[in-house]
């Protein structure tokens, strides 16, 4: 990490990765929030509150997380919490009770519009752009208030903005609302704790899904191609990793298409478990409608695994290196294809696995702190400026 001031950074999202709704922007959020405070910055994650979580911690990167509202109304309550001089880093901290220095916004398609109510420089993160996720989360009046958030309303609150995405792909999605891309600056994903130890690979053909069970993850399209191949691959298995409020719908799909006993749902997993998973597995099929990158993705290169996702879903064409490091599917026909593909050509699949885990190399979460923590320092006026973001090979 650079040779910096220390600066109070403030981070705003929505969950934490404690959160049972949390996911890889929440992994994002963490990983790097941990970078700057190794690099010597003190930091604080606002997020909403959740189960028994408790309202203040302090986590073993050092990290101070504070949980205020919940799903709906975290929002008004960052703000009031900033407002307040209410964001506070502990009791021996120098000016704990004072304001941060910035703020990192990450907006998950709902934004915090920080600069309304904030007296220092923001600093706006986004995943991806939620244009074709908003009819299938919410749909009706709520899908077009929340599209009219993101996309006329947020480009406009934060036109002064610096922004940060984790892909090409977003980079040029936020283009087309209004944000140049000379205020974009790509930090990708790191990967962290894939290599410890031997992992093993599954004596049977195994598909492995892994995130969030809701809509727009679209499971159902792995419990497809399963069934398409059931007949041909008898020994073949789906492992459906991962906890959300779509899983009842989800077993209920395995069960209409004669498949729910080669489907394992097996819930939150460890992190160790993701990577046994994840390098068990013979391909990880991420069949989600968007994605700002797909983290996991490369956790599965890291082990070898090639993925299967779909050319439309954004980040994921950063993410897959189509036709060297896994495949990018244009339809669901499409999809089952190249599942099929990958499950049965034996030497494409351990060629595939081997760029895959090449490629995931050169992903650090050291390398994305030390580029946030270059932009902060720009944005405070204390760094030169960092390079353009160039696009991946």
Not at 30 to 44: D, F
Not at 104 to 116: E, K, M, Q
Not at 263 to 282: I, N, P, Q
Request: hydrophobic fraction near 45%; charged fraction near 20%; aromatic fraction near 6%.
């Amino acid at each position: 990490m650079p040779a910096e001031p220390a600066r109070h950074i403030l981070f705003l999202n929505w969950r934490d990765t404690a959160n049972p709704e949390g996911g890889g922007s929440e992994v994002y959020t963490e990983r790097i929030a941990a970078e700057l405070v190794a690099g010597g910055h003190r930091v604080t994650l606002l997020c909403a509150a959740h189960g028994g979580a408790p309202a203040e911690q302090t986590l073993v990167t050092g990290v101070r997380v504070l949980r205020r509202g919940g799903r709906h109304t975290v929002y008004l309550r960052a703000a009031l919490a900033y407002l307040a001089g209410g964001v506070r880093l502990g009791p021996l901290a120098a000016g704990a009770r004072g304001r941060p220095d910035v703020i990192v916004d990450v907006c998950n398609g709902v934004p915090f519009l920080s600069p309304i109510y904030a007296r220092c420089p923001t600093v706006v993160v986004v995943h991806h752009v939620h244009r074709e996720q908003w009819p299938v989360v919410l749909g009706g009046w709520r899908g077009r208030l929340g599209w009219w958030l993101e996309s006329r309303l947020a480009p406009r609150v934060y036109r002064r903005c610096r922004y940060v995405t984790v892909s090409a792909s977003t980079r040029d999605e936020l283009a087309t609302l209004g944000v140049p891309g000379s205020r974009v600056t790509i930090i990708h994903n790191g990967l962290a704790g894939a290599g410890a130890g031997h992992l093993a690979r599954a004596a049977h053909p195994c598909l492995v899904v892994l995130g969030r069970l809701v809509p727009h993850k679209r499971v159902e399209y792995a419990l497809h191609a399963l069934a398409a191949l059931a007949a041909e691959l008898p020994g073949l298995r789906l492992v459906v990793a991962g906890r959300g409020w779509w899983e009842p719908r989800l077993r209920e799909h395995a069960e209409r298409l004669g498949v729910a006993d080669r489907t394992d749902f097996a819930g939150h997993v460890s992190e160790r478990g993701k990577h046994e998973l994840l390098a068990a597995g013979w391909v990880a099929l991420v069949p989600s409608l968007k994605e700002g990158w797909g983290l996991t993705i490369v956790e599965a290169g890291a082990h070898g695994t090639p993925a299967i996702a779909f050319r439309a879903a954004g980040g994921v064409c950063d993410a897959v290196r189509d036709g060297r490091t896994g495949l990018l599917a244009e339809d669901l026909d499409d999809f089952v294809a190249k599942t099929r593909w990958l499950l049965t050509d034996d030497l494409t699949r351990a060629r595939m696995g081997e760029a895959a885990r090449a490629y995931a190399a050169g992903f650090t979460w050291a390398a994305a702190g030390r580029q946030l923590a270059a932009l902060v320092a720009e944005v405070l006026g204390a760094g030169s400026p960092i390079r353009p973001p160039q696009r991946l090979p």
